[in-house]
Structures are given as structure tokens and as C-alpha cells.
């Protein structure tokens, strides 16, 4: 019996610090203070899904075929639709309604904390199955930061729907794609083939990092000295107004002509652009 509490105090404890870290770090890429009513709701919500997830196998828990690919097709749609679609209901029910919820940022980083928070619960899930806190080193590392980069896919959407007006469709649309990687990633580690899970999970960080930049570069909470950039001649790439050396080759050649970084049309250095009215300044 005392051996059974101290493992459940452990799971308990040691489940949330991978959540934590991870939490920590895309909040440090946040364009605005922390929201931390937001952001403690979500975290619990995210976790709360778990259930929504457990229901579903409680209600229809098909076995898992043993044939590849209708396994795969099992992974995408039963175990990685189920799960992503959950995480998602927490998002539209806690924040939504919400008027600090209105731009693509706000979407990524409510999508990751319900992620992590539903990550943290399945981490205690392992611990408790296996009855070993080992489990968690290997989560900790690829699987925790794996839902936020998958939940990262369909939160920028919903943000976008916010603060551009997009449809429906196209937010259904990252869940599809969410769903799909959720499930390639988990079918490839049941199919022992560690290695091809691992480039999914490098596709999913390269996907994340990007929505991650693009939601703080055009948020308009962000504190940042010009909203003015400059395209580099050499690898096309943008870069602040202000700096000296391309951000993503390290050329000095830039063109001359200044771009908002919003609608990216040419404008000269003023309090606001004349094509979409961005404060530039």
C-alpha cells in the first residue's frame, strides 16, 4: 500500500514537469504578457480531454487491424483525430468566447497548453500503467513537445479564423493534417520503426517553429521597434528594417525598397502603412 502511494506521488508530481518545461518555453516566445488566467484554464482543459478520449473507447473501441495500412489509416482517424479533436473542444470552450482571444498567435498558444495539458495527464496514465517514472524521460523528450507541434497545426488556423476571417473549412482542414501526422507519428513507433517516427517529429518541430514565428511577427500586441522589413537579394528572405546583415544567410545585400511586414507592400517609413493600416512605428 505505501509502495503503491509513493508511485502515485511520484506520477503525479513528476507528470507535470515536462508539461511545465515546455509550457515555459513557448510562452518565452509569447509577443505579449502571459495571460495567466488563460493560460492555467487551458492547461486544465487540455487535461480534462483525456476524458473526452477514454468516453469515446468506452462508447466504440474498434480493434486495431493488422494489416499496415488499415492500421495506418486506424492511427490517423481513431487515435489521432479522436485525440486532436479533443484538444481542440477544450480550446473553443475555454477561450473562444474570450476577447483576449482575437489573433493567430493566441490560437497557437492556447493550442499548446491544452496540448500540454492533456500530455501531462497522458504522462500520468504511463507512469501509473507501467508503474515506472523511467517512462517519462523518452515523453519528456519527443512525445510532450509531439502534441504541441501537432496541436500547434490547427490552433494557428483557429487563431487566423479570428483575426482574418477565414472559413471554417480551412480550420478543418489543419485538423485533418493535425490528425494525420498525430497518427503517422504514433503508427510508425507501434510498427517498431523508431527512426521514421523521429522524422516526423523533426517535420512537426519545422512546422511548429514556423506558425510559432509568423503568429509573433504579425501580432499586433507585439513591442518591437519597426514593423518595416527589407528582402534580402541573395535568399529572398526578410528581415527587420533595421538590420545590418540578413537574419537568414548573413548577406549585407538588401534591397532598398522597405516592406510592411503585414501585407509585405512597399511603403515608406511612417507611423502607419497606407495598404492595410499596420502600425509601423
Known amino acids: 500500500m505505501g509502495a503503491d502511494l509513493s508511485l502515485l506521488a511520484q506520477a503525479f508530481l513528476l507528470s507535470w514537469l515536462p508539461g ?13 504578457p502571459v495571460i495567466w488566467s488563460r493560460l492555467i484554464l487551458t492547461f486544465l482543459a487540455g487535461g480534462l480531454s483525456v476524458f473526452g478520449v477514454q468516453l469515446f473507447h468506452l462508447v466504440y473501441d474498434p480493434a486495431q487491424p493488422e494489416n499496415p495500412l488499415a492500421s495506418l489509416v486506424f492511427f490517423c482517424v481513431v487515435v489521432g483525430g479522436v485525440e486532436e479533436l479533443c484538444k481542440m473542444l477544450a480550446v473553443l470552450v475555454v477561450c473562444w468566447l474570450r476577447r483576449d482571444f482575437r489573433e493567430a498567435w493566441d490560437g497557437v498558444g492556447c493550442a499548446s497548453a491544452a496540448a ?8 500520468f496514465h504511463y507512469v501509473m500503467n507501467f508503474e515506472d517514472t523511467s517512462v517519462l524521460l523518452s515523453r519528456s523528450l519527443s512525445a510532450t513537445f509531439a502534441h504541441v507541434a501537432m496541436s500547434g497545426i490547427w490552433g494557428f488556423a483557429l487563431g487566423l479564423r479570428k483575426q482574418s476571417g477565414i472559413g471554417w473549412g480551412t480550420v478543418l482542414e489543419a485538423l485533418v493534417w493535425a490528425s494525420i501526422f498525430h497518427g503517422l507519428y504514433d503508427w510508425c513507433l507501434t510498427q517498431g520503426w523508431p527512426w521514421a517516427a523521429l ?14 514565428q509568423e503568429s509573433y511577427f504579425t501580432s499586433s500586441r507585439r513591442q518591437t521597434s519597426s514593423q518595416l522589413v527589407r528582402e534580402c537579394r541573395a535568399c529572398h528572405g526578410l528581415g527587420r528594417s533595421e538590420y545590418r546583415y540578413c537574419p537568414q544567410c548573413g548577406d549585407q545585400d538588401w534591397e532598398a525598397k522597405l516592406l510592411c511586414l503585414t501585407c509585405l507592400k512597399e511603403c515608406a517609413p511612417c507611423d502607419r502603412c497606407p495598404h492595410c493600416q499596420r502600425a509601423l512605428l
Open 116 to 123: 500540454l495539458g492533456f500530455a501531462t495527464a497522458e504522462n
Open 199 to 212: 522524422l516526423v517529429f523533426g517535420g512537426l518541430v519545422v512546422i511548429f517553429r514556423q506558425r510559432l
Open 20 to 32: 511545465i518545461f515546455w509550457l515555459a518555453y513557448v510562452e518565452s516566445r509569447s509577443p505579449q
